[in-house]
């Protein structure tokens, strides 16, 4: 069974960084197109960062480029995104996601995966 558990998320200030954690099991994460995801009230969900095949292949919202990283620990089957230079904005509920591949034309797109998690709170404000 695909699962996939966030954490990491909190408060932090403007200008502050943060590490999301995503712990799966059911699943290989080199194996699997994987990625973060956010939703801030009344908004659409939205792509933050994707990854394929441990870094192959990476995806990058325009409004996070620059700031945040995602990576892969194939050894403790979990997924990170690292957060800098955190503003207002990027406050949401941030959640994990996975799909045995990456669709054609939806990396980086909710349609584009069938797993998610539960989703973690990360709020930036002063």
């Known amino acids: 069974e695909v699962q996939l558990v966030e954490s990491g998320g909190g408060l932090v200030q403007p200008g502050g960084s943060l590490r999301l954690s995503c712990g799966t099991s059911?699943?290989?994460?080199?194996?699997?197109?994987v990625g973060w995801f956010r939703q801030a009230p009344g908004k659409e969900r939205e792509g933050v960062a994707s990854i394929q095949s441990g870094g192959a292949t990476t995806y990058y919202a325009d409004s996070v480029k620059g700031r945040f990283a995602i990576s892969e620990d194939n050894a403790k089957s979990t997924l990170q995104l690292e957060m800098n230079d955190l503003k207002p904005e990027d406050t949401a509920i941030y959640y994990c996601a996975a799909n045995p591949i990456c669709v054609p034309g939806k990396f980086g797109t909710v349609a584009g995966f069938r797993y998610w998690g539960q989703g973690t709170q990360v709020t930036v404000s002063s």
């Open positions: 059911g699943f290989t994460v080199r194996q699997f197109c």
